[in-house]
């Protein structure tokens, strides 16, 4: 396909400046150890709404920051276009938001969610922004899709400040054909990951759009690149909608400190917890898919991030972030889906078996997430939040929350 010169122009010299502003400080924990500062609110700047948080840290500690800014709607088959937002020092100040990528070009409606009265023509959506650090080259890789019927490709060489032509790479999805016949593809959403052997990893999942939403069923695998990004290929189907585990999407990739991979995947099972699998190179042999029972499943987006791993540290460490709502009653009596707010994070020292600290980080209501860790040691959640007393709703902010191991412990673990 033939992409115009507004989409290359927009992804190369990252021209339209979205806002002049800082980052706004919402009130911070008591704590010290903890900062929260607001990215972008629903309504600024042209948008309805800003969603799908994901967050990469660079060897050089350059935080850069990625979203869904939904122009005239809060559909995820919106016209939707894709921003960024960074730091160079830990996160005190922000950069200006910039349009990172638009759906301007030679791009047409998904057939499935014109069918379905999901979007209009000539409304073109681009989503699921996927960083990937390589700390191997200090590259910051970027995936992202158009009407989740294309993935594209993108590199930066100098710490966000700019990204390469768009190279599309749909065709490592069509290699999936023989074993799904997908309609809608998607990537992350969230960071991918690079492996000790410098593979990256991107989670993805695919659907045949004839569900729910037009995401419906689906089934969840990786594309990985052992080229620092040049290609990309595909991995094996990890899991597919089974009664027992349907739909399952959204996933998380985290490297055990034996070198395997496991994936921590969002599905919508009536037992409420995040499906498990591993493999031993993050793209063939998965296991079979199994629920962790101290996890619980909203039915939304989580995030999990090594912190520290021995010899390096003293301890291995796991972050798990999601809004732990068990508490609360579901959505609709007889469905499995739950309120999305008390925002949790867990802490495992044994490679995710056992989760035994826990800590919420907004009592209130609050979505998608992502986690990094800064060179520092430092924690930082970008995650879809409300705003106390203004709008109730999970989707009124995207905020970086900043914290430490001793805050999240409350001063019984420290890296040091």
């Known amino acids: 396909m033939n992409l115009n010169r507004n989409y290359h122009w927009a992804v190369l010299s990252m021209m339209f400046m979205i806002t002049a502003c800082s980052a706004e400080q919402q009130s911070a924990a008591p704590d010290a150890a903890r900062d929260d500062f607001i990215l972008f609110k629903a309504g600024e700047n042209g948008y309805a709404q800003c969603r799908i948080p994901a967050i990469a840290i660079t060897p050089k500690g350059t935080i850069l920051t990625f979203c869904e800014a939904r122009k005239n709607s809060k559909s995820d088959w919106a016209d939707i276009d894709i921003l960024m937002r960074r730091s160079t020092d830990g996160g005190d100040t922000w950069e200006p938001a910039v349009m990172l990528v638009d759906g301007s070009g030679d791009f047409k409606a998904n057939p499935v969610s014109l069918k379905q009265g999901l979007a209009k023509e000539g409304e073109i959506t681009v989503n699921n922004p996927a960083p990937v650090v390589d700390e191997q080259t200090g590259q910051l890789h970027l995936l992202h899709c158009i009407e989740y019927a294309q993935c594209f490709y993108m590199v930066s060489t100098d710490e966000g400040n700019t990204f390469s032509e768009p190279v599309e790479i749909t065709a490592t999805f069509e290699q999936f054909r023989a074993d799904y016949d997908w309609k809608v593809i998607a990537t992350g959403p969230g960071h991918g990951i690079q492996l000790e052997n410098g593979r990256l990893i ?157 800590k919420v980080l907004e009592t209130g209501k609050s979505g998608y997430s992502d986690l990094a860790v800064g060179p520092d040691g430092r924690i930082y959640c970008f995650f879809e939040r409300s705003i106390a007393g203004e709008r109730d709703t999970y989707t009124a902010t995207l905020t970086v929350s900043r914290f430490t191991l001793e805050w999240l412990t409350d001063g019984q673990d420290s890296l040091n």
């Open 202 to 358: 991107v989670p993805v999942w695919m659907s045949d759009g004839t569900g729910g939403h037009a995401h419906r069923p689906s089934v969840v695998s990786t594309i990985f690149s052992d080229d620092h990004g040049k290609t990309w290929e595909r991995g094996d189907i990890v899991a597919t909608t089974i009664p027992e585990a349907p739909n399952p999407s959204e996933t998380l990739a985290l490297q055990l400190q034996d070198g395997r991979v496991m994936l921590n995947i969002r599905n919508e099972s009536s037992r409420n917890r995040r499906l498990i699998a591993v493999s031993p190179d993050g793209a063939t042999n998965w296991t079979t898919p199994e629920f962790d029972e101290e996890l619980f499943e909203p039915i939304c987006m989580a995030s999990v991030i090594r912190l520290s791993q021995t010899p390096e540290s003293n301890k291995n460490r796991i972050l798990f972030v999601n809004p732990d709502s068990r508490n609360a009653p579901p959505n609709r009596p007889g469905r499995p889906n739950y309120p999305r707010q008390n925002i949790t994070a867990r802490l495992s020292y044994d490679e995710g078996n056992t989760w035994p600290v826990t």
